[in-house]
């Protein structure tokens, strides 16, 4: 079993849309939780961490269940400049180093 | 500021061969991590420095891979001799603090390596 799982999409939106990510994780010593985004041939960059109780920055929210081991990305009123991959991240208990699912791609179109 | 910069950005080199990855940290930070992806996987963890000691090898994945990180700045990762499975992006990262705390780690561009 993967530590971390995501459906690899595409999940193809048109603009305006609103679009949900799933991801879960196996390890329940799992302690920090994260959304990164990477554009095609670029390098992941920190899209915003995910809290136990949820927390929204702008269109996006994230959403934490410890019980389930899920963990959920919500973006509202899709924007072109949405289109990415977008990687759940996991960080261990005592450990620095992150743990990362293979990604969902997003593709917003006009 | 700088951002995580590293050297070459793509490498073409033949099975046997040695390739050596540099990486520079943004200036400051203590922490540097290596992590690889390759070909329809995810992106996987290989070694973490603090300053110029290894915290954490338990990525690597065999001992054709020696990392560096002489004087706590940048990092080197050697592959010799190459095989067809190092194949991949190589990506760097770095952050003041342990993720723990920070609750980030900034990522280079990566250098994408081919073995034919």
């Known amino acids: 079993r993967k530590e971390v799982e995501q459906d690899p999409g595409p999940f193809n939106v048109p603009e305006g849309a609103t679009v949900a990510f799933n991801c879960t994780y196996s390890n329940s010593a799992s302690q920090s939780f994260f959304w990164y985004r990477q554009d095609c041939r670029k390098e992941p960059k920190l899209l915003m961490s995910?809290?136990?109780s949820g927390n929204e920055d702008g269109r996006f929210t994230a959403q934490l269940n410890r019980a389930s081991q899920y963990i959920s990305l919500l973006i509202r009123d899709s924007k072109l400049s949405d289109s990415a991959t977008y990687l759940c991240?996991?960080?261990?208990?005592?450990?620095?180093?992150?743990?990362f699912g293979k990604g969902t791609m997003l593709l917003v179109s006009p | 500021e700088a951002g995580v910069t590293q050297f070459p950005s793509h490498s073409v080199i033949e099975k046997g061969q040695t390739v050596t990855l540099r990486c520079d940290p943004i200036s400051g930070h203590d922490n540097l991590y290596w992590y690889r992806r390759v070909m329809g996987k995810e992106i996987k963890f290989l070694l973490h420095?603090?300053?110029?000691?290894?915290?954490?090898e338990s990525g690597m994945p065999n001992n054709r891979f020696l990392a560096e990180r002489t004087g706590g700045t940048y990092s080197t990762l050697k592959v010799q001799p190459a095989e067809l499975e190092d194949s991949g992006v190589y990506f760097c990262a770095s952050s003041p603090l342990p993720v723990l705390v920070s609750n980030e780690q900034f990522f280079g561009p990566g250098t994408r390596l081919t073995v034919l």
């Open positions: 991240v996991v960080n261990m208990a005592g450990y620095s180093t992150l743990t």
């Open positions: 420095f603090v300053k110029e000691s290894k915290q954490d």
């Open positions: 995910v809290y136990s």
